[in-house]
């Protein structure tokens, strides 16, 4: 029980707001994305050009496709990805690069999906 508490604990500290050198604070942002794969080749073509631009506007994968267990509601679409930026605008950011528009012209013609981006916990 310990051992579940302490790891919680250290993922708690890692979602709260964390200062910047001028004493200001920053909260994490997260893209929710959903994807129902149509063309699982093309779909491949995205991610390989998807990731670079992610780490290139700091972000980290969280949830990349992992196995979905319904608590409530319907499935949600086939594919589940979760990302974590420093900010909200370091991921409006990456969405809006020239790089990642080029990557989400790939996955529109792969997948039918839907994304959003949400305030982590300050």
């Keep these: 029980m310990l051992r579940a ?4 604990a250290r993922r708690s500290t890692s979602l709260a707001a964390k200062p910047t050198s ?4 920053t909260m ?5 994305y959903n994807a129902d794969v ?3 080749e093309q779909y491949e073509l995205y991610k390989a050009q998807a990731a670079p ?4 506007h700091g972000g980290t994968y969280i949830v990349r496709g992992g ?3 319904v608590l409530e509601g319907g499935t949600p679409l086939g594919r589940t990805v979760v990302v974590e930026f ?3 605008e370091a991921a409006r950011g990456w969405y809006d690069s020239a790089g990642y528009r080029a990557a989400r012209e790939l996955r529109e013609n792969a997948a039918t999906a839907a994304a959003y981006i949400v305030d982590g916990v300050g």
Excluded: H, L, N, R
């Design 53 to 56: 631009m992610v780490a290139a």
């Design 5 to 8: 508490d302490a790891s919680i």
């Design 28 to 32: 994490a942002a997260y893209v929710i």
């Design 86 to 88: 420093p900010t909200m």
């Design 67 to 69: 196995e979905i267990d």
């Design 38 to 40: 149509t063309d699982p």
């Design 22 to 25: 001028k004493g200001q604070c």
